[in-house]
C-alpha cells in the first residue's frame, strides 16, 4: 500500500506533479492549455484541481469528458491513493500566471503580483503587466513607475479584471476624449 502523500507539503508536490505529467498530454490531445493543478484539503476530503483553458474559452462540457479522461487515468495509475474529489474547470477571468510564457502572453493586462520577500516594504504589486525579460516580470505600477521581479520571488501573480479600463482609456483615446466612436460629423 502507498503511503498517503497528500498529507505533507513535501509529498503534496510530488502528487501534483504526477497528477500534471499525466493530465499534460491527455490536455494536449484535447486541444487545451493546463493552466495549473492544485492539491486542497477541504476538511476531510481531499481535492485535485485542474484548470484548463483553450482560445474561445472551456465549455461545461470539455470540463467533463476531461474529467472523465483524466479521472480514469489516475485510478488506472494509482497516482491518489483512496478517496478523492477531482475538480475540472477554466482558469476564470482572473485567472493564475504560472510561467514566464504566461507573462510574456498577458502583457499589456493588468495584474496582481505577490512576492516571497518584500520590496521597498511591500509584497503585494498591482498594475500593467510589462511582459517578461531575462528571468524577471516586469509591472508598471498606476504612479507609472515599472518594477521587475525575478519569477523565483514571484509568490503568485493573476490577471485582474478592472471594471473600468474601457471608461479610463477606452480604444487607446485620450482619457478627456468623449468623442462619438465611428459614424461622420
Same mark, same amino acid.
Given at each position: 500500500?502507498?503511503?498517503?502523500?497528500?498529507?505533507?507539503?513535501?509529498?503534496?508536490?510530488?502528487?501534483? &506533479? &504526477?497528477?500534471?505529467?499525466?493530465?499534460?498530454?491527455?490536455? =494536449? #490531445? @484535447?486541444?487545451?492549455?493546463?493552466?495549473?493543478?492544485? !492539491?486542497?484539503?477541504?476538511?476531510?476530503?481531499?481535492? +485535485?484541481? %485542474?484548470?484548463?483553458?483553450?482560445?474561445?474559452?472551456?465549455? +461545461?462540457? @470539455?470540463?467533463?469528458?476531461?474529467?472523465?479522461?483524466?479521472?480514469?487515468? $489516475? @485510478?488506472?495509475?494509482?497516482? %491518489?491513493?483512496? /478517496?478523492?474529489?477531482?475538480?475540472?474547470?477554466? *482558469?476564470?477571468?482572473?485567472? *493564475? !500566471?504560472?510561467? $514566464?510564457?504566461? %507573462? =510574456?502572453?498577458?502583457?499589456?493586462?493588468?495584474?496582481?503580483?505577490?512576492?516571497?520577500?518584500?520590496?521597498?516594504?511591500?509584497?503585494?504589486?498591482?498594475?500593467? !503587466? $510589462?511582459?517578461?525579460? #531575462?528571468?524577471?516580470?516586469?509591472?508598471?505600477?498606476?504612479?507609472?513607475?515599472?518594477?521587475?521581479? &525575478?519569477?523565483?520571488? %514571484?509568490? /503568485?501573480?493573476?490577471?485582474?479584471?478592472? *471594471?473600468?479600463?474601457? $471608461?479610463?482609456? *477606452?480604444?487607446?483615446?485620450?482619457?478627456?476624449?468623449?468623442?462619438?466612436?465611428?459614424?461622420?460629423?
Amino acid at each position: 500500500m502507498r503511503p498517503l502523500r497528500f498529507l505533507s507539503a513535501g509529498s503534496k508536490v510530488e502528487v501534483r &506533479e &504526477e497528477v500534471r505529467q499525466l493530465a499534460q498530454p491527455l490536455a =494536449e #490531445d @484535447d486541444g487545451f492549455e493546463l493552466v495549473d493543478v492544485e !492539491l486542497a484539503s477541504v476538511g476531510r476530503n481531499r481535492v +485535485i484541481r %485542474v484548470s484548463l483553458d483553450k482560445p474561445g474559452g472551456v465549455s +461545461i462540457g @470539455d470540463c467533463s469528458r476531461f474529467s472523465r479522461r483524466l479521472s480514469d487515468c $489516475l @485510478d488506472m495509475n494509482q497516482t %491518489v491513493p483512496g /478517496s478523492y474529489y477531482l475538480e475540472v474547470s477554466s *482558469p476564470g477571468l482572473e485567472r *493564475p !500566471l504560472r510561467t $514566464l510564457e504566461h %507573462v =510574456e502572453r498577458f502583457a499589456g493586462k493588468r495584474v496582481a503580483l505577490a512576492t516571497h520577500e518584500p520590496r521597498d516594504g511591500r509584497r503585494r504589486w498591482e498594475g500593467e !503587466l $510589462l511582459g517578461a525579460r #531575462d528571468g524577471a516580470a516586469g509591472v508598471r505600477t498606476e504612479e507609472g513607475e515599472e518594477h521587475w521581479f &525575478e519569477w523565483a520571488g %514571484v509568490k /503568485s501573480a493573476r490577471l485582474v479584471v478592472d *471594471p473600468w479600463e474601457g $471608461l479610463r482609456n *477606452p480604444k487607446g483615446r485620450a482619457a478627456g476624449d468623449r468623442r462619438p466612436r465611428g459614424g461622420s460629423r
